[in-house]
């Protein structure tokens, strides 16, 4: 089976956090994990709601451009960085471009190699099919005080390449520190990447020598100079989940191609953009979900650290350094002024530092809230995924071991996706109660009693989340009845007297791997480290996957036969073709969604997850992220103001993408509910206009809520021995019976050795 990088990362997290004893005691009292806030730049906003794109910097001005994306045209303006004007730009040449519709005009900017820029204007017309055809190109080059000097016509055929043959390409070009252009020819059908070479005067040198690297999904290069002058490409290598990006340096008068051994964003489901030649010493900088950062040869060095500076992952588009060593960053409307923080600041500034090896966007905005409101206390996020690398995917890992065993720990850690027992066995986190408890101001009573009550362990609270999104299962009522947590044995039963499939269904490996990361939460008891994999429902359920299709082709043809029911209509709730709908409550409004746009206001029962053992409602409190205080903190108080400022009733109500634990918030969310039109259901936008809330299906859902009796429960090494003998019951190594009695024997051992 293949893994992603992130989960072989927390896999080995999990395998060897367990391996140490008495954390706790290896660490010093008082001392935690420190961290600088060197690459935590103090950001504020520059440029609201700007319609412009940045594309270059002469001095103190910034030249912009605004794209109409009906013709596909720009305009140009300059914005003076130290009056905040905003001044046309109008260039004489720019109408000498002529051209007709349906002709239109593209335009890209470009840096020449004396320090100039320009603009390269070329005259396109449709021919069908996406395609274009170039009838002229121009080069409108400009001075430093951006006054237009002078018009260079380029030749609209390149290379060998007739009009026909460049119609279905992509075709871009960049100049490189002599001169001398770069195109590229990228057919995005066939996933064929030309790279072609021109010298200063337009005369075609050749096709550059080039292997695309090994893929399963492409995308356009990104061709860019380095501080240099040098012309570098990014390529996107690796498969879908495992992807990651090359750096090759081209010389357009060699014609050659050379690997660098960079390696960019290779972290699972990171990108890498805004390219853009270095100062300070780095060939060039680049941004990625997680921060921007700086290379030097093959050293990739973070500059600005995203969350540390206040800015959500992946919201950071490009940026632009500016000569006194300051970044513009910007987004699609938005740029920020970004500037080291100040040493008076640093000074003054008391460090909470918070250990995670994965994270999610509620905890980014929990801790940039927090940030902001100044309070003398500033959250910095050490995130261990960051040492990660092809060669060494487990190195993050690693470094967090090691720091653990040298007790360096954080004031805060972040424990989901690790074994929870393991840690919380070795004295390592304090009880929340006992914050709680001794807080005047704090009054448990406030709060989802039974929120609390599923995360306890030996009468402790050791870790905590403020909000949650409910999983559950949801049936038409005339079908399923109105019992509340069916069990995986009712749902088998009910499917094979309806004749209607349970799910949504798909091959037997990537339904196994679904359905066993969901019953990890109903087969394991992670209070007292027991499960029941090997039940009578769990080996029919084994049994049942085994009737399943091998692969996506032979299941589109078992559907197109009509082997199954799930894959005769576009409608499948409705047509009473699937029986079970998983899709997480993240709002109340949701449940209105459900109703409406999934079962088209059809009745309906919460039955809540597909349980092997009673578990109250079915229902799961899955919490968006869970924090724990290091027993050893010196600054436990600040940690609880910390958690406390997002336990308000205030706070809590305005909570969009999961559900209130503070009980008069979540009164509110339902009043709020009763207003809205439309939901996000299934992390999708509703289409269809859902109406508002009705109060009975408040009630429903209020009543189902104090009811859950389950907190969400998941291990990457549970999930690899369950796969592991499922694979084999799959390839006929053993029977059904068989392979539940392994997945029941080695589960109770791993659980056994984390407890």
């Not at 270059?56 to 605004?66: M, R």
């Not at 007297?497 to 019953?519: H, K, V, Y």
């Not at 408040?698 to 429960?713: E, P, Q, V, W």
Request: some cysteine; charged content about 25%.
């Amino acid at each position: 089976m293949r893994r992603t990088r992130r989960f072989a990362l927390i896999l080995s997290l999990i395998m060897g956090i367990s391996t140490l004893t008495g954390c706790g005691s290896l660490q010093k009292e008082g001392e935690t994990l420190n961290l600088s806030m060197d690459n935590s730049w103090a950001t504020e906003q520059y440029l609201k709601n700007f319609r412009y794109s940045i594309k270059y910097t002469q001095g103190k001005y910034l030249f912009c451009a605004e794209r109409n994306n009906a013709t596909q045209e720009y305009h140009y303006c300059r914005f003076d960085m130290e009056t905040g004007e905003m001044l046309e730009f109008e260039s004489p040449f720019e109408h000498s471009v002529e051209y007709t519709a349906p002709e239109r005009l593209e335009s890209i900017v470009t840096e020449l190699p004396d320090g100039r820029f320009a603009i390269r204007h070329k005259v396109v017309q449709g021919v069908g099919g996406g395609a274009t055809e170039t009838h002229r190109q121009v080069l409108e080059i400009f001075d430093e005080n951006m006054n237009a000097v002078e018009l260079v016509e380029i030749p609209t055929k390149f290379g060998e390449l007739d009009i026909e043959e460049q119609q279905d390409r992509m075709y871009y070009g960049t100049m490189d520190g002599k001169g001398n252009w770069v195109f590229y020819n990228y057919n995005s059908h066939e996933g064929e990447l030309t790279l072609e070479s021109f010298d200063s005067e337009y005369h075609y040198l050749g096709d550059i020598s080039f292997t695309l690297p090994q893929r399963e999904h492409f995308t356009t290069p990104a061709i860019f100079q380095d501080a240099d002058g040098n012309l570098c490409m990014s390529i996107l290598c690796g498969s879908f989940g495992e992807s990651y990006e090359k750096i090759y340096r081209l010389d357009a008068e060699k014609r050659t191609c050379e690997d660098t051994g960079v390696i960019i964003a290779e972290e699972e489901n990171d990108t890498a953009s805004g390219y853009i030649a270095g100062t300070n010493g780095y060939e060039y900088y680049y941004c990625t979900n997680s921060g921007l950062y700086g290379v030097k040869g093959k050293e990739k060095v973070k500059v600005i650290d995203w969350v540390n500076s206040d800015f959500l992952p992946g919201t950071i588009r490009s940026c632009l350094p500016l000569d006194d060593g300051r970044f513009i960053l910007y987004k699609e409307r938005d740029s920020y002024l970004a500037q080291p923080r100040s040493q008076e600041e640093i000074d003054s500034t008391t460090i909470i530092s918070l250990a995670t090896v994965t994270y999610s966007e509620d905890m980014l905005k929990a801790i940039m809230d927090y940030n902001r409101e100044e309070s003398g206390y500033r959250i910095m996020v050490k995130d261990y995924s960051e040492y990660n690398t092809v060669e060494e995917p487990n190195l993050g890992y690693d470094t967090m071991k090691q720091d653990m065993l040298d007790g360096k720990v954080a004031d805060i850690i972040c424990p989901d996706g690790v074994n929870f027992e393991s840690l919380a066995g070795k004295g390592l986190f304090a009880d929340w109660y006992d914050f709680m408890d001794k807080d005047e101001e704090f009054s448990r009573d406030k709060y989802l009693q039974n929120y609390f009550e599923t995360m306890e362990t030996d009468d402790k609270l050791l870790r905590l989340g403020f909000s949650y999104v409910i999983e559950t299962g949801t049936a038409k009522t005339e079908l399923a009845g109105e019992e509340q947590g069916i069990s995986l044995g009712d749902m088998l039963a009910l499917s094979q007297e309806t004749g209607i499939d349970m799910f949504d269904l798909s091959p037997q490996m990537d339904f196994a791997g679904m359905w066993m990361r969901n019953l990890q939460t109903g087969c394991i008891d992670r209070k007292n480290a027991v499960c029941c994999f090997n039940s009578p429902q769990m080996v029919e359920f084994l049994e049942f996957v085994s009737t399943l299709e091998a692969d996506w082709d032979a299941m589109e043809l078992a559907r197109e036969s009509g082997k199954y029911t799930s894959g005769k209509t576009g409608y499948p709730y409705r047509e009473n073709c699937i029986l079970f709908n998983i899709e997480p409550i993240k709002q109340p409004i949701d449940i209105r969604a459900i109703r409406r746009y999934t079962f088209y206001d059809a009745d309906i029962t919460l039955t809540g997850y597909p349980m092997v053992e009673d578990a109250g409602n079915g229902g799961i409190f899955s919490p968006v992220f869970t924090i724990c205080i290091n027993a050893q903190s010196t600054e436990q108080e600040a940690v609880w103001d910390f958690m406390k400022f997002f336990l308000t009733e205030d706070y809590q109500k305005h909570l969009t993408e999961s559900m209130p634990i503070h009980k008069n918030a979540l009164e509110y969310k339902y009043e709020e509910a009763e207003s809205m039109v439309t939901a996000t259901a299934g992390g999708m936008i509703s289409p269809t206009f859902i109406g508002e809330l009705e109060s009975w299906e408040s009630d429903i859902l209020r009543d189902y809520i104090s009811g859950i009796r389950t907190c969400a429960y998941y291990d990457y090494t549970v999930q690899d021995i369950l796969m592991e003998e499922v694979e084999k019951f799959l390839a006929g190594d053993q029977t059904a019976q068989e392979c539940a009695d392994m997945m029941q024997s080695r589960v109770t051992i791993y659980l056994s050795e984390q407890s």
